[in-house]
């Protein structure tokens, strides 16, 4: 059995990934509150969020990997998980039909429909990993009440990749459910973005340094000043519904190789702002490396 430890949505593609490739995997999932995923605005965007060098590579090549995962996700027959194509920024604001930037070949999704169709296709334990042991040709899990051994472990903690000694830190995000109609792609404007979401809108997103998951007034607030001035189409629009997540950020970009100190386990962590976009490419990196040192230690 492959461990992955964490269930968002770079763990669930990651574990789907494997089981694809023949593995046997079994995700632990410990439903800490304040994962990124649930908070994601989903977008799949390298163009307006003004990536550059190896980022923006990694971030196209990801890109190239959606419409695949999606086919294959919605072939278990689990239902859509939003993938749609589109993408807008706006060069001025208010933001105007007449002055808006395309990116035509990015897109967005729905990180949940994603989280929850590649976690249908495993086993998932709810159990927090506390220790992980490396042990003769595997790793051992501990969790509070029970041992599991396993021949590999990624670890896809999010924010809390921390506590297996990554350097890896929490930048909290808080986004709102707006009432308002959407525009017909996510839009760019000052700063925040709109996005579709089941008729509404998505609006996000503060970015504060802390652990803290509790909903602050003062950055609802926030996101919320002046917005008639950026977004025309969010006049009067109601507030439904705030999130927050901590999106786990690394200095270095996204971690997705070996541990640094712990033989038979992996990382796939580190996305910072853009686990979901990066997903697939993570997923298949790692599968590659999983794969290349158990036919190792097999041969
Ligand atoms: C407001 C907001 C908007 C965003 N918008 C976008 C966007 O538009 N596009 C984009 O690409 N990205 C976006 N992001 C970033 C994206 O959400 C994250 O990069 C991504 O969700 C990280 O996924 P993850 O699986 O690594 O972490 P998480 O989603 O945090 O999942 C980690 C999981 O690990 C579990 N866990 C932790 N420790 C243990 C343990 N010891 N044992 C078992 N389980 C454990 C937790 O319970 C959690 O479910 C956004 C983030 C926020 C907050």
């Known amino acids: 059995m492959i461990a992955v430890i964490g269930g968002g949505v770079v763990g669930a593609v990651v574990a789907f990934e494997l089981q694809r490739r023949g593995l046997e995997v079994t995700v632990f999932e410990a439903r800490l509150p304040g994962a990124a995923t649930p908070a994601s605005a989903g977008m799949l965007a390298p163009g307006p969020e003004g990536l550059s060098g190896a980022a923006l590579e990694d971030a196209r090549a990801a890109l190239a990997l959606w419409p695949d995962l999606a086919r294959a996700l919605e072939a278990h027959g689990r239902g859509s ?13 208010p933001a105007h039909e007449d002055d808006l930037e395309a990116f035509p070949g990015e897109g967005w999704v729905n990180p949940l429909a994603v989280r929850d169709a590649a976690l249908k296709t495993v086993p998932v334990l709810q159990q927090q990993v506390l220790r992980l042991e490396p042990v003769e040709r595997g790793v051992r899990l501990h969790s509070a009440r029970h041992t599991h051994t396993a021949r590999a472990a990624v670890i896809a903690a999010g924010a809390w990749s921390a506590n297996f000694g990554l350097p890896v830190y929490p930048l909290r995000g808080q986004a709102l459910l707006l009432s308002a109609a959407p525009y017909p792609t996510p839009l760019y404007a000052a700063g925040r973005y709109a996005v579709p979401r089941a008729g509404r809108t998505y609006l996000g997103a503060s970015v504060r340094a802390t652990w803290d998951t509790r909903i602050e007034a003062q950055e609802t ?17 109601a507030v439904l519904e705030a999130r927050v997540g901590l999106r786990p950020f690394c200095d270095q970009g996204p971690l997705e190789g070996a541990h640094p100190s712990l033989p038979g386990v992996w990382c796939a962590t580190g996305h910072g702002r853009h686990g979901t976009l990066l997903a697939p490419l993570t997923a298949r990196r790692v599968a590659d490396a999983v794969q290349q040192a158990l036919a190792a230690l097999s041969a």
Request: glycine share 16%; aromatic share 6%; no cysteine.
């Open 81 to 93: 998980v939003g993938l749609r194509f589109g993408m807008m920024r706006a060069r001025s604001v």
């Open 221 to 237: 607030e926030a996101l919320l000043h002046g917005l008639e001035g950026i977004f025309p189409h969010l006049r009067g629009a």
